[in-house]
T-cell receptor, first 111, second 115 residues
Framework: QKEVEQDPGPLSVPEGAIVSLNCTYS??????FMWYRQYSRKGPELLMY????GNKEDGRFTAQVDKSSKYISLFIRDSQPSDSATYLC???????????FGSGTRLLVRP | KAGVTQTPRYLIKTRGQQVTLSCSPI?????VSWYQQTPGQGLQFLFE???????NKGNFPGRFSGRQFSNSRSEMNVSTLELGDSALYLC??????????????FGPGTRLTVL
């Protein structure tokens, strides 16, 4: 079993929809949680970063962490075709910079 | 400010050969991490260098090695290539210690194909 599980998709939604992307994990030591976006033929770029539990909002993006359930989510409001990409969750246990990534969810936003 | 650059962008090798990939971090960044990305395994951490020292290492065989130079540029080497080494190799740089609170900036990657 992988430490971080993520549904690969693809997830296809109409423009303007609310998108929910999720990851589950098994290592209770994870404290740092990130979401990356990766466009085709590009490297990942950091979207959101959260420490421990709680919510964080940045524009149309909201990241949620539920450590009791070992479950994290990324919500995208008013989705746009430009949001079409692969979204990767990543986690780390502490100061050591070993990020564990999910396999990524491919999102397609239809105009 | 220029981003992270990786050379070459594409590479084709045969089994048994060795390969060296290069990464130039963003100016001023001292931490460089390397990742392997495959459809089956996703993004996996290879190793991280800071000030020419390897600080963290993932679970890869000794055929995978790396180094960092005094100007923070980094190279990774894979010896005795296997078919399963075909992947996108990504380099990421960060300014400070390279910890999880540090934003990592990824390069576009080197696509390695092993025949």
């Amino acid at each position: 079993q992988k430490e971080v599980e993520q549904d690969p998709g693809p997830l296809s939604v109409p423009e303007g929809a609310i998108v929910s992307l999720n990851c589950t994990y098994s290592n209770s030591a994870f404290q740092y949680f990130m979401w990356y976006r990766q466009y085709s033929r590009k490297g990942p770029e950091l979207l959101m970063y959260t420490y421990s539990s709680g919510n964080k909002e940045d524009g149309r993006f909201t990241a949620q962490v539920d450590k009791s359930s070992k479950y994290i989510s990324l919500f995208i409001r008013d989705s746009q075709p430009s949001d079409s990409a692969t979204y990767l969750c990543a986690m780390s246990a502490g100061s050591s910079y070993k990020l564990i990534f999910g396999s990524g969810t491919r999102l397609l936003v239809r105009p | 400010k220029a981003g992270v650059t990786q050379t070459p962008r594409y590479l084709i090798k045969t089994r048994g050969q060795q390969v060296t990939l290069s990464c130039s971090p963003i100016s001023g960044h001292r931490s460089v991490s390397w990742y392997q990305q495959t459809p089956g395994q996703g993004l996996q951490f290879l190793f991280e260098y800071f000030s020419e020292t390897q600080r963290n290492k993932g679970n890869f065989p000794g055929r995978f090695s790396g180094r960092q130079f005094s100007n923070s540029r980094s190279e990774m080497n894979v010896s005795t290539l296997e078919l399963g080494d075909s992947a996108l190799y990504l380099c990421a740089s960060s300014f400070l210690s390279g910890g999880p609170t540090d934003t990592q900036y990824f390069g576009p990657g080197t696509r390695l194909t092993v025949l």
